[in-house]
T-cell receptor, first 111, second 114 residues
Framework: GQNIDQPTEMTATEGAIVQINCTYQ??????LFWYQQHAGEAPTFLSY????GLEEKGRFSSFLSRSKGYSYLLLKELQMKDSASYLC????????????FGTGTLLAVQP | DVKVTQSSRYLVKRTGEKVFLECVQD?????MFWYRQDPGLGLRLIYF???????EKGDIPEGYSVSREKKERFSLILESASTNQTSMYLC?????????????FGPGTRLTVL
């Protein structure tokens, strides 16, 4: 199948840097989204990568390697409000025009 | 500000009831989506619509139907609710035809079927 894999949970310390990884089958997808979802709230868009390399947006950066089927989200200068689930979603190739979501990584930021 | 709203945040229904979940977007988006979100399974696509009166099955359409009579409104229908349909239901919308455009999500409806 077309799976997107990411760790279930991570813990990090306020002020630190954390990297959340996402891997997928290379043949299935041609673009990758990251969304943030606080408990009980809607997912909100963080970043999108379609080409290889790093996209930086303030404290958040996202990286994509299409040949390796690998992406990561990098969060710097962690704040308590960054405690949330981070969802990786691949753009399915072909005419289907849909996203496939990973199960999400629950990040807990501790003081 | 972009807005996607859903008719209820919490809903409790009984097995066998017909359930309507409503979603409205104010962004004039062509595409609308219904997902369910379950622990350990992530978001899974139930149905989507790329235009008024058009619909396509997603990955898990069984037990569901949809209606899109107006561009801004996309309804999810559970014809006969079952306990395995207890879940968080998320609606989303997106402009244009490209899957590379971001989706905007509603706050979700937590449905419990007893």
């Amino acid at each position: 199948g077309q799976n997107i894999d990411q760790p279930t949970e991570m813990t990090a310390t306020e002020g630190a840097i954390v990297q959340i990884n996402c891997t997928y089958q290379t043949s299935g997808f041609n673009g990758l989204f990251w969304y943030q979802q606080h408990a009980g709230e809607a997912p909100t868009f963080l970043s999108y990568n379609v080409l290889d390399g790093l996209e930086e947006k303030g404290r958040f950066s996202s990286f994509l390697s299409r040949s390796k089927g690998y992406s990561y989200l990098l969060l710097k200068e962690l704040q308590m409000k960054d405690s949330a689930s981070y969802l990786c979603a691949g753009v399915r190739g072909g005419a289907t025009n849909k996203l496939i979501f990973g199960t999400g990584t629950l990040l807990a930021v501790q003081p | 500000d972009v807005k996607v709203t859903q008719s209820s945040r919490y809903l409790v229904k009984r097995t066998g009831e017909k359930v309507f979940l409503e979603c409205v977007q104010d962004m004039d988006h062509e595409n609308m989506f219904w997902y369910r979100q379950d622990p350990g399974l992530g978001l899974r696509l139930i149905y989507f619509s790329y235009d008024v009166k058009m619909k396509e099955k997603g990955d898990i359409p069984e037990g569901y139907s949809v209606s899109r009579e107006k561009k801004e409104r996309f309804s999810l229908i559970l014809e006969s609710a079952s306990t395995n349909q207890t879940s968080m239901y998320l609606c989303a919308s997106r402009t244009g035809t490209s899957a590379h455009n971001e989706q905007f999500f509603g706050p979700g409806t937590r449905l419990t079927v007893l």
